[in-house]
């Protein structure tokens, strides 16, 4: 067998099935692309993504020693998003400005502890 784990191919779709699509390689090797392995994120039906004919540009993933199977991935061709690109907000719990957060609970916890025991004293009688 010529093919490497991490060699990108282009190739034909043979057969799709509800867990994945068959991958024609050349004229006696073919592969499978898991349902999982179509796109990023969650795949309600491979022919929304996929049709039978179409060439479509894949990976090798995973080569069984024994069965000499491959696996196939178009996930892993997807354009990434780098760390550095994308911008996180940090949130707290507190903020100064606005006078929100713990020590705002501890000033008003006695008056909650007052209504909660006349809640409940008045439930008694």
């Given at each position: 067998m010529t093919y490497k784990i991490g060699d990108v191919l282009e190739g034909k779709v043979t057969g799709i099935?509800?867990?994945?699509a068959f991958v024609s390689l050349d004229?006696?090797?073919?592969g499978l692309i898991h349902i999982s392995e179509i796109q990023s994120g969650y795949t309600k039906s491979i022919h929304d993504i996929l049709k039978i004919g179409e060439?479509?540009?894949?990976?090798?993933i995973d080569i069984d020693e024994y069965t000499q199977k491959i696996s196939l991935s178009k996930r892993t061709l997807e354009k990434r998003y780098t760390f550095g690109s994308l911008r996180h907000k940090k949130y707290?719990?507190?903020?100064k400005n606005k006078n929100f957060g713990f020590q705002t609970i501890h000033d008003r916890m006695p008056q909650w502890i007052h209504e909660s025991m006349e809640m409940l004293n008045?439930?008694?009688d």
């Open positions: 099935q509800s867990y994945g004229k006696h090797t073919q060439t479509v540009k894949v990976q090798i707290y719990f507190t903020n008045s439930k008694k």
